[in-house]
């Protein structure tokens, strides 16, 4: 038997976003028109989900100023450092931003900032797990999946709220 996902593309203030539940939890988060997003080339889509509606209000919340953090059922699939650097970004406060070394250092590997930039890079859920929090470590943006425009909207966004 086919395994079923399910999916919505909600609007936002930053475009479309792709939203992916499979055995009700999430497992992408994704911004339609870029490169990010997962490949299913075999699987049958259905569309909306009570977890997906919960996802998306959430998501209406956060660009509302109204939430500053999530409590969505996430599914994620990667290596065991990718796991780390994916929950240590989760740990970055609101509002706030780290370094590439910093996010390496709370993985556990302090060396490993190009890892840990390319596990930032491969992240399934955006702005839930907040890659866009992640800086240079002199405090420039650097590269993000959803443009640096998209980058600079989010870390705005949330330094209004603070």
Avoid at 41 to 48: A, H, L, V, W, Y
Avoid at 122 to 133: E, F, K, L
Wanted: charged share 25%; aromatic share 10%; with cysteine.
């Amino acid at each position: 038997m086919e395994k079923l996902f399910y999916y919505r593309f909600p609007g936002t203030p930053i475009g479309e976003l792709g939203i992916i539940e499979e055995d009700e939890k999430i497992t992408w988060i994704f911004f339609r028109d870029r490169e990010n997003h997962p490949k299913h080339s075999n699987k049958i889509f259905i569309t909306e989900t009570a977890l997906i509606k919960k996802t998306s209000v959430q998501l209406n919340e956060y660009f509302s100023r109204k939430r500053k953090s999530f409590d969505i059922p996430l599914l994620l699939r990667g290596t065991d450092f990718q796991l780390s650097v994916w929950q240590s970004l989760q740990k970055i406060p609101y509002g706030k931003t780290c370094s590439y070394a910093e996010i390496a250092a709370m993985a556990g590997n302090p060396k490993a900032c190009r890892a840990a930039g390319m596990a930032n890079n491969q992240n399934p859920a955006v702005i839930i797990i907040p890659c866009h929090r992640v800086i240079g470590s002199n405090g420039s943006l650097t590269g993000y999946g959803g443009g640096l425009e998209i980058k600079k909207y989010l870390l705005a966004l949330e330094k209004k709220c603070n």
